[in-house]
């Protein structure tokens, strides 16, 4: 274990993954900022994960799932309760009919690239998107006009009570970067996913280099972000509204808005959580003044902030 965590951490009766007290979360987030998690545990298979709910309910302590970090912003405070990292749950079984069954932790990247490698396509959108099958799931992620709707055909949930459910695509409920998950006390397990069998393996690893590249082209790569802040309304992008009110470059403390993609918040060095909620009602107060648009945060906040966030919904 690394250094800052706790020498003493309370092992749960059932499970090898110990719990620890106040671990900082900030090096586990794509933005690199925020607080500690009160509790912190690093489930690595199912039944640690039930142990892990299990003894967080017996405790009345609420729980937060953590995958890779990015897409999210953590309070400077910290997050009370006990917070679940299942960036280690990462088994994955592939089928011959084009089914691919997927844990929460694995990385959207790897999985993209182990299936363009078998020749399946309809998961090349998804090798620039830093975060994980959980994360994608309950956030409906997407990227090059395809999203995680088009192809999860079921996804499996663990219950606050310790019991397993499967819900169907219909059952998400899916739209826009949005799932009946999301602000549910249900955790992710798996995903099956359903993709396109037959095609050239070579075409389709062409296909997702491109996706690759040209995400990397178009988004600022050389500082740290949580991605794309706000959701995009109709008929212009959100970057494109913030460019033309003349934000780029805007920054509070160490954010500021990236000038090579005006949707990005960048840790420019040491930035705080509030630094970014800074930023952020400026832009959208700004946004607003100049087109009467209020822009929508895409990013999810997690934790205790110095401020009420209530503002900027």
Known sequence: MTDDLDRSPIRILGTESPVYRQVPLARMTTLRVGGPAQWYVTPRHLDDLHAAVSWANSEGFPITLLGAGSNLLIGDKGVPGLVVCTRYLRETTFAEDGRVRVAAGVPLPKLAWQIADRGWSGFEWAVGIPGTVGGAVVMNAGAHRNCTADVVERVEVLSPGGSLET????????????????????????????????????????????????????????????????????????????????????????????????????????????????????????VFDRWNVWLEPEVKFLGEFSRSLEDLW
């Not at 409920?173 to 999301?182: F, I, K």
């Open 167 to 286: 819900l169907s695509s219909g059952d998400l409920q899916y739209s826009y970067r949005h799932s009946v998950l999301q602000g549910s006390d249900r955790t992710v397990v798996s995903a099956t996913f359903t993709l396109e069998v037959g095609d050239d393996p070579q075409q389709v690893k062409t296909r997702t280099e491109t996706h690759l590249k040209q995400r990397h082209a178009s988004q600022p790569y050389h500082r740290p972000s949580c991605g794309s802040v706000f959701r995009n309304p109709t008929p212009q992008a959100a970057g494109w509204l913030i460019e033309q009110s003349g934000l780029k470059g805007y920054s509070v403390g160490g954010a500021c808005v990236a000038r090579e993609h005006a949707n990005f918040i960048l840790n420019c060095g040491q930035a705080s959580a509030d630094d970014v909620v800074s930023v952020i009602r400026h832009v959208r107060q700004t």
